[in-house]
């Protein structure tokens, strides 16, 4: 079995679950105290949006088009990007997804998902060294 979040056995999949379990809400953003464990936090909740949508869904609700042309990013995917970007940078994975929707939905793509797997590991190294910081 392949080693990724989609089978449940990332390579930081215990810590994430842990962490999740821990931080984020069932439902809305991330909000606590400690404004840094809250920004890794929800670097990582919207990091798992991005990452399910892509493997749930091929990345079609994360981009969008005018009248079919015109492919962007959704308004509220491209703020989810930004709070990722401070842990790891999306640019690539955000003209990809584009690229892809102008193209073929249904064309699987092991650079996407792949760059997924890169950008969960960043954001949960950031998140767990940060949690386990010394107080």
């Not at 821990?22 to 936090?41: C, F, N």
């Not at 949006?49 to 042309?69: A, E, K, L, Q």
Request: glycine share 6%.
């Amino acid at each position: 079995m392949e080693k990724t979040y989609w089978n449940n056995n990332g390579k930081y999949q215990k810590e994430l679950d842990m962490l999740w379990d821990k931080y984020i809400p069932s439902v809305g953003e991330v909000r606590l105290d400690d404004r840094g464990i809250e920004s890794v936090m929800e670097a990582m909740r919207c990091a798992n949006m991005v990452y399910y949508d892509f493997f749930n869904n091929d990345g079609c609700n994360i981009v969008d088009s005018h009248w079919g042309t015109d492919h962007y990013i959704r308004e509220d995917y491209n703020k989810m990007f930004i709070k990722i970007n401070e842990f790891y940078g999306t640019g690539w994975l955000k003209d990809r997804l584009i690229q892809k929707a102008i193209s073929d939905w249904n064309d699987y793509d092991d650079d996407i998902s792949n760059e997924c797997e890169k950008m969960m590991n960043a954001v949960l190294e950031a998140a767990i060294k940060l949690e386990l910081k010394p107080v």
